[in-house]
Nanobody
């Protein structure tokens, strides 16, 4: 499975960006795709995730109400719409895929995600 993240950029606080994650290869059987980010000098953190079949979503508290994750099953793509961006959203954003189904939905732990994309930079200036 290969994941390609795109859509990053540099914007002013309050602006919007839309990130996309395109999955290719052996995508049949993937359970969920998540977005994680790594701010400068900090640990990688969970942002949002979505189960590919049911479309169940999960968000970090820091982005609830501002970010929306969605999927296009036919295109094997997952988007992250980011509105009302803040300086603290500045980070490298990674998409990742998980094959392990869970009755609890998608995971917020990076350890559960086996496949990772290359990352895309998001810079928000205040």
């Amino acid at each position: 499975v290969q994941l390609q993240a795109s859509g990053g950029g540099s914007v002013l606080a309050g602006a919007s960006l839309r990130l996309s994650c395109a999955a290719s290869g052996r995508t049949l059987g993937l359970y969920a795709i998540g977005w994680f980010r790594q701010p400068p000098g900090k640990e990688r953190e969970f942002v949002a995730a979505i189960t590919l079949r049911a479309g169940a979503t999960k968000y970090a508290d820091s982005v609830k109400g501002r970010f929306t994750i969605s999927r296009d099953g036919a295109k094997n793509m997952v988007d992250l719409q980011m509105n009302s961006l803040k300086a603290e959203d500045t980070a490298i954003y990674y998409c990742a895929a998980d094959r392990t189904a869970s009755p609890y939905g998608s995971s917020s732990s990076s350890r559960e995600y086996y496949y990772w994309g290359q990352g895309t930079q998001v810079t928000v200036s205040s």
